[in-house]
């Protein structure tokens, strides 16, 4: 465990909502408690869990949403998490989360969005590397594009980017906004589209129209395709050609052969999986055979915190169950850098860290 630890690792699938530490929602929880807003002893033992059913996930969210979304929280959950992240040695990040709009607490998605941006500023335990390709500002904001943070050598480094999330509860016209601030933000770190939420909610048709303006526009998009036996929808998500897909859980033949023939990544969530009871045993999951098959897949945690997991225990796992010995971990580690939305100057960085860690790693 320890090894996977120090291998250096490229997380792609991480919603920023899921991947916030139990000890702030619990203190988070305490302090709506203690304003009447929330009954703290019901909620206790709901954040300290262990298995939950996919349903359970959803709800689970709506409560996290109430702890979490206010701006100052926001700025204070994408800094833990990037900190977490970077000290299972992730060095680079795809963060993904729904811009929310939230009247009550004056919250506009791109408000939101500077939130985040500011506690991607905040972290200083660690250097950051965000976008810096532009110096266009942020609309509803005086947000300036971010510059590297000064490193001194030893530090860690992670390079940090943002994924906007479309809910599938969200409307042709909200799906649209989101694609469009993805858009403005592109200086800001901003990379790609993600499509997201409860599977059994929301029509197709409804996020097309803005999915389509993501691609005509150049914006790379990932989507949670065939997490429950949908197959009108895993074929109609596959017609448009995603650049990566996660979960994948219900594909079926003729599915795999298409991902296959597309050569479509996989972003790979072996706990969230398991825990949500889309396989009924970790050895039937599909990992053995796209990695067999050679096809480019990428080990994530889908929501670290909710699931208890780590992008090393992730490693870990799929080492243990499937046999993989280090140079064969090492290598899955790093072919996940194809897979990343960032430019080629970040993909030769991450080689060239990666070439730096082989010599240490494997003797
Ligand atoms: C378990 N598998 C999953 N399947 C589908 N969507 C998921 C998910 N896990 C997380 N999300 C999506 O991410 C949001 C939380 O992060 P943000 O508020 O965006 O930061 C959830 O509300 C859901 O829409
Ligand atoms: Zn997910």
């Known amino acids: 465990m320890e090894w996977c630890r120090e291998l250096p690792k490229i997380e792609l699938h991480a919603h920023l909502n899921g991947s ?16 009447g807003v929330i009954a703290f ?3 206790v033992h709901v954040i300290m869990k262990n298995g939950r059913s996919l349903p359970e996930c959803f709800k689970l969210f709506d409560l996290y949403h109430l702890l979490t979304t206010d701006h100052q929280t926001v700025t204070r959950i994408t800094k833990e998490v990037i900190e977490d992240f970077a000290a299972e040695n992730v060095v680079y990040l795809e963060l993904r989360t729904t811009p929310k709009k939230n009247e009550a607490k004056g919250m506009t998605k791109c408000s939101y969005m500077k939130a985040v941006i500011d506690g991607i500023r905040a972290v200083d335990t660690v250097d950051v590397d965000f976008d ?3 110096t266009s500002d942020v609309n509803c904001s005086e947000a300036t594009p971010l510059n590297c943070i000064g490193s001194p050598i030893n530090r860690k480094k992670i390079y940090v980017r943002l994924l906007l999330s479309i809910d599938r509860r969200e409307t042709t016209a909200a799906a649209m906004e ?27 048709q409804t996020f097309l129209p803005a999915l389509k303006h993501a691609k005509e526009l150049g914006l790379p ?10 197959h009108k929808e895993i074929q109609a998500m596959l017609d448009i050609c995603p650049q990566r897909i996660g979960h994948a859980c219900f594909l079926v033949e003729e599915e795999w052969k298409r991902v296959k023939f597309l050569k479509i990544p996989v972003e790979i969530c072996l706990t969230s999986n398991i825990r949500t009871e889309r396989f009924s045993s970790i050895y039937d999951h599909f990992f053995a055979d796209l990695y067999k098959a050679n096809h480019q897949v990428a080990l994530c945690t889908d929501d670290s915190g909710l699931f208890s997991t780590t992008l090393s225990n992730e490693f870990y796992l799929a080492a243990s169950t499937f ?31 990666f070439e730096d860690a082989e010599n240490r790693l494997i003797i």
């Open 41 to 43: 002893a019901d909620v």
């Open 20 to 35: 916030v530490r139990d000890s702030t929602l619990l203190e988070l929880a305490k302090d709506l408690g203690e304003k």
């Open 221 to 230: 998009i990932t989507l949670h395709c065939g997490e429950v036996p949908n």
């Open 178 to 204: 989101t694609v469009n601030l993805a858009i403005d933000l592109k200086n800001f770190g901003v990379v790609g589209i993600d499509l997201s939420g409860n599977p059994v909610i929301g029509e197709w």
């Open 132 to 134: 810096t390709s532009g």
């Open 323 to 353: 046999g993989l010995n280090k140079n064969e971990m090492f290598l899955l580690a790093r072919s996940a850098i194809q897979s990343t939305f960032a430019d080629e100057e970040v993909k030769h960085e991450l080689t060239k860290i």
